[in-house]
């Protein structure tokens, strides 16, 4: 079992950054991929990024590639999405979520922490 938890969000203009955080109770946090997701508002969930159980891989939706970053910290149980040059697009409920290296489901999600990049 993993629970997450993610903080970090809040208000920030156009152009500014945040660093959202995801912290993972359990002993098991590095046997799992971490996705970051969100959802606006009317929309459909949507991906944002992935980073592999050590951190050595990540991948990106094209929305958000080469302004967000995603790195994680196994000591610290913590997954991180930096998110740089907002815009008020990337408006939205973030989540992260774990899957376990071995599969591609992800089967457990945070509660969400909101974003609202104003014009």
């Known amino acids: 079992q993993v629970q997450l938890v993610e903080s970090g969000g809040g208000l920030v203009q156009a152009g500014g950054s945040l660093r959202l955080s995801c912290a993972a109770s359990g002993r098991t946090f590095s046997s799992y991929g971490m996705g970051w997701f969100r959802q606006a508002p009317g929309k459909e969930r949507e991906f944002v990024g992935v980073?592999?159980?050590?951190?050595?891989?990540?991948y990106y939706a094209d929305s958000v590639k080469g302004r967000f970053t995603i790195a994680r910290d196994n000591a610290k149980n913590t997954v991180y999405l930096q998110m740089n040059s907002l815009k008020p697009e990337d408006t939205a409920v973030y989540y992260c979520a774990a899957k376990h290296y071995t599969d591609t489901l992800y089967i457990y999600w945070g509660q969400g922490t909101q974003v609202t990049v104003s014009s």
């Open positions: 980073i592999n159980w050590s951190g050595g891989s990540t």
